[in-house]
C-alpha cells in the first residue's frame, strides 16, 4: 500500500472531551490546539477504538477494499 489509511477526524463534530486520546491503545492520538489528530500515523493499528468509543461520532474509521489479482 502506497498511503496509509488513517481515522478520520471531523473537528466539526468533536467537543474535544479527550476520550480518543485516552482510549487508544496505541497512543497514536494528541491533542492539539484545534482539537484531536493522528500524531503518530505509523502507530495505529488501525483498531477501530476510536471510532467505537468517541460519543460524537467524529472518528470514523474507514476500510480500503483492495482487489487481488
Ligand atoms: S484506530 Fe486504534 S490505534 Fe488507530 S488511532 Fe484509533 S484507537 Fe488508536
Ligand atoms: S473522542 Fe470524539 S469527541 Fe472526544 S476528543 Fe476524540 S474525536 Fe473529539
Redesign the pocket.
Known amino acids: 500500500m502506497s498511503e496509509w489509511v488513517l481515522p478520520e477526524?471531523n473537528l466539526d463534530m468533536?467537543?474535544?472531551?479527550?476520550?480518543?486520546?485516552e482510549q487508544c491503545p496505541a497512543g497514536a492520538v494528541e491533542m492539539g490546539p484545534e482539537?484531536?489528530f493522528i500524531a503518530r500515523p505509523e502507530d495505529c493499528t488501525y483498531c477501530a477504538q476510536?471510532d467505537a468509543?468517541?460519543?460524537?461520532g467524529?472518528?470514523t474509521v474507514t476500510y480500503e477494499i483492495i482487489w487481488g489479482t
Do not use: F, T
Request: charged share 15%.
Open positions: 477526524i468533536c467537543d474535544r472531551c479527550g476520550a480518543c486520546v482539537g484531536p476510536c468509543i468517541c460519543p460524537r467524529a472518528i
